[in-house]
């Protein structure tokens, strides 16, 4: 009986038929690989951001920014008459200005005035979350200190976790005082690759680094799970000085402050006294 051919013996084969084989197991891998990057592309919009529904009432504390496109983003302002530098806090994923404002009281009692706003899809603002609407939101809440009279050489722009991405495209774009980055990763999808392997990625933090002139401090918990701290190393060793990386024994993501205790307030007074 004849048995099913399972395959030819690639050593009774002629050089076209090798070569074929090969085109064939190349084109395998080339569109397995396609796959998996429009699938990340895909399924890293949806994992990025996460947006949530508001933990807040719009009302007198509160504004709203009208961007070019016609979305509206709720934002809010700390003022701080005290203050020589406004904080411009770029939130995480998973926030919304309800749930920030109750830390954010503690930068205004360290001397800084505060700006923030949600990003699209989150808490009151409208439109849908992107890499490409992030930095041009970020660059129109400058706009708003900016025409409210806090030129950018008064602004440091403070980025958390995602936040970290607009908050390094706008200090390479303009002329912050300076860029303090907290939990922040080298790129998004490398959060979960470590290695860059596809194609598509976003925020993009460690390529623009080398582009940030101002001072930059980056705080990091040696605890945190969700983005380890080898990717504020890795943003250290590539960004300009004047800088400082401060790794937090204990903390998570997110739980810099909390660990640090007064120390962070201080941390952030001893870095906006190196500022011009």
Request: charged share 15%.
């Given at each position: 009986m004849?048995?099913?051919?399972?395959?030819?013996?690639?050593a009774?084969?002629?050089?076209?038929?090798?070569?074929a084989?090969?085109?064939?197991?190349?084109?395998?891998?080339?569109?397995?690989?396609?796959?998996?990057?429009?699938?990340?592309?895909?399924?890293?919009?949806?994992?990025?951001?996460r947006?949530?529904?508001?933990?807040?009432?719009?009302?007198?504390?509160?504004?709203?920014?009208?961007?070019?496109?016609?979305?509206?983003l709720?934002a809010?302002?700390?003022?701080?008459?005290e203050?020589?530098?406004?904080?411009?806090?770029?939130?995480?994923?998973?926030?919304?200005?309800?749930?920030?404002?109750?830390?954010i009281?503690?930068?205004?009692?360290?001397?800084?005035?505060?700006?923030?706003?949600?990003?699209?899809?989150?808490?009151?603002?409208?439109g849908v979350?992107?890499?490409?609407?992030s930095?041009?939101d970020?660059?129109?809440?400058?706009?708003?200190?900016?025409?409210n009279?806090?030129?950018?050489?008064?602004?440091?722009?403070?980025?958390?976790?995602?936040?970290?991405g607009?908050?390094?495209?706008?200090?390479?774009?303009?002329p912050?005082a300076?860029?303090?980055?907290?939990?922040a990763?080298?790129?998004?999808?490398?959060?979960?690759?470590?290695?860059?392997?596809?194609?598509?990625?976003?925020?993009?933090?460690?390529?623009?680094?080398?582009?940030?002139?101002?001072?930059?401090?980056?705080?990091?918990?040696?605890?945190?799970?969700?983005?380890?701290?080898?990717?504020?190393?890795a943003l250290?060793?590539?960004?300009?000085?004047?800088?400082?990386?401060?790794?937090?024994?204990?903390?998570?993501?997110?739980?810099?402050?909390?660990?640090?205790?007064?120390?962070?307030?201080?941390?952030l007074?001893?870095?906006?006294?190196?500022?011009?």
């Amino acid at each position: 009986m004849i048995g099913k051919r399972r395959g030819q013996n690639p050593a009774s084969m002629s050089l076209p038929e090798l070569i074929a084989a090969a085109g064939r197991l190349v084109a395998l891998f080339v569109g397995l690989y396609v796959f998996v990057c429009v699938f990340a592309h895909y399924y890293g919009q949806r994992t990025i951001f996460r947006h949530v529904p508001p933990n807040y009432s719009l009302g007198p504390d509160y504004l709203e920014l009208p961007a070019p496109d016609g979305v509206t983003l709720a934002a809010r302002y700390w003022p701080n008459p005290e203050a020589k530098f406004t904080v411009l806090y770029f939130h995480g994923n998973g926030e919304e200005l309800g749930g920030v404002s109750s830390y954010i009281a503690g930068y205004v009692r360290a001397g800084f005035a505060v700006f923030a706003y949600d990003y699209r899809g989150y808490g009151h603002s409208g439109g849908v979350p992107s890499e490409s609407a992030s930095y041009a939101d970020a660059k129109l809440a400058l706009d708003w200190l900016r025409d409210n009279g806090t030129p950018p050489e008064r602004v440091i722009a403070y980025g958390y976790s995602l936040g970290s991405g607009s908050a390094v495209e706008l200090a390479r774009t303009a002329p912050l005082a300076g860029l303090i980055l907290e939990s922040a990763f080298v790129s998004a999808y490398r959060v979960m690759t470590r290695r860059p392997l596809l194609l598509g990625d976003k925020f993009q933090n460690e390529r623009k680094m080398p582009e940030v002139w101002c001072p930059v401090l980056l705080l990091h918990g040696t605890a945190d799970t969700v983005i380890p701290p080898w990717h504020s190393e890795a943003l250290f060793a590539v960004a300009n000085e004047p800088k400082r990386l401060l790794i937090v024994p204990g903390a998570g993501h997110g739980g810099v402050e909390a660990t640090l205790g007064d120390r962070f307030a201080a941390t952030l007074q001893e870095f906006a006294a190196t500022l011009r």
